[in-house]
């Protein structure tokens, strides 16, 4: 998964079975959003390798896990690196774009931002995808692809 803020971009490892969250034991690297291609894809290559499936009679007792380790802790984090203290547990300004493998490739699911803390996508914005073995600096490509295209789009139209 990967949570974006003005300026800065979260990249984490999600494990689960179906239903997925950040996962502690893994992995998570924050990086300027300016940071180089090569770097951003670099760390979603690393999140992937680093998510783990869990097997189902574990999954309650890893979905249930103590911890703030979720969603709104990723989002928290971000907007203390910009100086901000967010009045909402997951405040507008916030975009999200789900990553996950499939036949060979990287594909980036954009999220729009509903209200509070849900995001969805209907199919109405359009995945990004590019090969799982292709140059980091094409994925971290691809990623900033996806994260512009998120709603809000964090890149492009937001202020910090």
């Not at 690196?81 to 967010?86: K, N, S, T």
């Not at 300004?93 to 999220?111: K, W």
Request: proline letters at 7%.
């Amino acid at each position: 998964m990967v949570y974006a803020v003005p300026g800065f971009v979260m990249i984490v490892a999600a494990s689960g079975n179906l239903r997925l969250r950040f996962d502690a034991e893994a992995f998570q690297c924050t990086l300027p959003m300016a940071s180089d291609p090569e770097l951003l894809g670099g760390a979603v290559r690393d999140a992937l390798a680093a998510s783990r499936a869990i097997p189902i009679a574990k999954l309650q007792a890893f979905l249930d896990a103590p911890g703030d380790f979720g969603y709104e802790a990723c989002v928290k984090a971000l907007w203390r690196l910009v100086g901000g203290r967010p009045r909402a547990a997951v405040p507008e300004n916030t975009a999200r774009c789900d990553v996950h493998t499939e036949n060979g490739g990287i594909v980036f699911l954009p999220m729009q931002k509903r209200h509070g803390s849900v995001w969805a996508n209907h199919g109405e914005i359009e995945p990004v995808m590019v090969d799982a073995r292709g140059e980091l600096g094409l994925i971290g490509e691809a990623l900033i692809d996806a994260l512009r295209r998120c709603i809000p789009n964090v890149i492009d139209d937001a202020q910090p």
